[in-house]
């Protein structure tokens, strides 16, 4: 998860600081990220397979640039067989991303194994200097607003079989907003036996009375005994009137959404 405490210029230096190939990224590229002024990171697709020694993850970081276009990074985060440290590599398009996950895996045509979901830009044009900036309408809405657009696309879920009753327990504890779900979602989630957690905003935002505050929102999602998926929305910020943090729980993304955007109004 990301610090909900992180700028967009942290969160931007922190991926390209642990990226093995960052010097490939081209100037131009790098230069309009740095003024971005929101950003948005998603998990596009997870690989585990412990028995085999595999371990790879695939990212889409999408920025708000000033001068209102978007831009994208594509990050795969892989481990290689015997060795447990985590290896991270980025990207200006998501072609490099396939090709590279070929390179290191071996898996001729490996599209399908790291990316699933619509076409990102799919049947719009990329930039004119083409180092990834999408212009989708999608990425625009979602970093412009900020808070109110839906996350992109239809995510690739692998879920992970690790105490996930407990975790939704504990997610439900932390919560201090009053209308969290109630004690019909927590029985709900007791049978919960896997779980898989993606980020769907991190960002700041000005409030009201002129502070930044660090917004980021999380999606909880369960696997239950019958089969069933249940998700919960955790929002976690700093709008508070002392500036701490604060953990709030919603059963729908929508009502997450709002909540955050309710939150920039504090004073």
Known sequence: MSDPYETTEAHLERLLGRALNSFDLPDALVERLGTALAHSSSLYTTHHSPSAGLWRETHR???????????????????????????????????????AGSRLFGEAGAEPALYEGPEPGAGEADGDLGWGVDGTEEDLVLLSALFAAPAL????????????????RRVLRRAENADR????????????????????????????????????LYEHAFVLLDGTELSLWEVEHTATPDGRHMCEVYGDEAAARGAMELRTRVR
Do not use: K
Request: aromatic content about 8%; proline content about 1%.
């Open 153 to 168: 696309g239809e995510r690739h879920r692998e879920y992970t079989e690790e105490e996930s009753a407990d975790h939704a």
């Open 61 to 99: 970081h999408t920025y708000l640039l000033s001068d209102g276009e978007t831009a994208s990074l594509w990050e795969l985060a892989y481990r290689l067989t015997g060795d447990r440290g985590t290896r991270h590599e980025v990207f200006a398009g998501r072609d490099e991303l396939v090709l």
């Open 181 to 216: 779900p109630g004690e019909e979602v927590a029985v709900l989630l007791r049978s919960a036996y896997a779980h898989q957690i993606t980020q769907a905003f991190g960002g700041r935002q000005a409030l009201a009375d002129g502070r930044d505050a660090g917004f980021s």
